[in-house]
């Protein structure tokens, strides 16, 4: 899967609020009113999406926020694959 241009980044992530493209990789904080719990049960929820897409992000816990942050090492940057397990935190964030 090839690595996305910034124009194709910023196209991307204009149907995703929140995130934002920096320095070769995307990232959000979603913050929950079930405190810890309630990002533990995010975290959760995401990780069987992540495995199920082969495709792993990484995970900041804080309380009762958890930032995603989402790159494809093998390919060095930002790829297709970013972009639809960002769609699906936001999908699963809701």
């Known amino acids: 899967m090839p690595r996305l241009t910034g124009d194709e980044i910023e196209a991307g992530l204009a149907d995703l609020p929140g995130w934002t493209y920096a320095d070769g990789e995307i990232s959000k904080e979603f913050a929950f009113d079930g405190g810890f719990m309630g990002s533990v049960g ?3 929820r995401l ?3 992540a495995e199920a897409a082969n495709h792993h992000p990484d995970l900041a816990i804080s ?3 958890v930032t ?3 790159s494809t090492h ?3 940057g930002v790829t297709d694959k970013d972009l639809s397990l960002a769609r699906e935190a ?3 964030a809701g």
């Open 74 to 76: 093998s390919e060095g």
């Open 42 to 44: 995010f975290v959760d």
């Open 90 to 92: 936001e999908r699963l």
């Open 68 to 70: 995603v942050t989402l």
């Open 63 to 65: 309380w009762n926020k």
């Open 47 to 49: 990780a069987e999406a």
